[in-house]
Antibody, heavy 122, light 111 residues
């Protein structure tokens, strides 16, 4: 059974960098699937952050692209998200998700982690 | 940016009755390969979103046959043939034509 589990600091100060990891169990991150980060605001809106392959190819939301870095660590079987210069608007539940569309551009997020809440506040 | 809208935003349903949700996109989601790049997700209470439909009308693995989806271009519909209590949740459509963007969600609840 494949599972995704996100983890992170919970509370981040404005202007700092948010770092999250997603540990994948039951499957290698180096298979044909792609790995995405999606966040959900307190009001419930879902926003795609970016998608990446284990080769390092990325596809990022243009509105966040300048602040986002995605990475994969096959040795730890995990994917990571860094979001720089955070502000209150970045407060959200952050999900990692698997895309089974066999392309960076296909969606089809068929497996999600439980999400991790990040609050941006001083 | 492709903007997604849904209606209604709230849908009280009676178990055993059908239910339909509409989703519209600001641009066509139909690609030259004939597929509409439109997914449907449901977020049940206290859970993460889960995939219901992909490529416009294909049920995801494990999704009951009472769920179906149709539409093309900019207008799409998710239909639950006979609603069951376990179907309550917020249903989101998501376009995958240009980046990915979600609709605001439709809350399905039992009357």
């Amino acid at each position: 059974q494949v599972q995704l589990r996100e983890s992170g600091p919970g509370l981040v100060k404005p202007a700092e960098t948010l770092s999250l990891t997603c540990v994948v169990s039951g499957q290698s991150v180096t298979t044909d699937e792609y790995w995405a980060w999606i966040r959900q605001s307190p009001g419930g809106r879902l926003e795609w952050i970016g998608t990446m392959s284990h080769y390092g190819n990325t596809y990022l939301n243009p509105s966040l692209k300048s602040r986002v870095r995605l990475s994969v660590d096959p040795s730890q079987n995990q994917v990571s998200l860094q979001l720089t210069s955070v502000a209150a608007a970045d407060t959200a539940v952050y999900f990692c998700a698997r895309s089974s569309s066999r392309t960076l551009f296909g969606g089809q997020f068929d497996l999600w982690g439980q999400g991790t809440l990040v609050i941006v506040s001083s | 940016e492709i903007v997604m809208t849904q209606s209604p935003l709230s849908l009280p349903v009676t178990p055993g009755e059908p239910a339909s949700i509409s989703c519209r996109s600001s641009q066509s989601l139909l690609r030259s390969n004939g597929y509409n790049y439109l997914d449907w997700y449901v977020q049940k209470p206290g859970q993460s979103p889960q995939l219901v439909i992909y490529l416009g009308s294909t049920r995801a693995s494990g999704v009951p046959e009472r769920f179906s989806a149709s539409g093309s271009g900019t207008e799409f519909t998710l239909t639950i043939r006979r609603v069951e209590a376990e179907d309550v949740g917020i249903y989101y459509c998501m376009q995958a034509q240009e980046g990915f963007s979600f609709g605001p969600g439709t809350k399905v609840e039992i009357k």
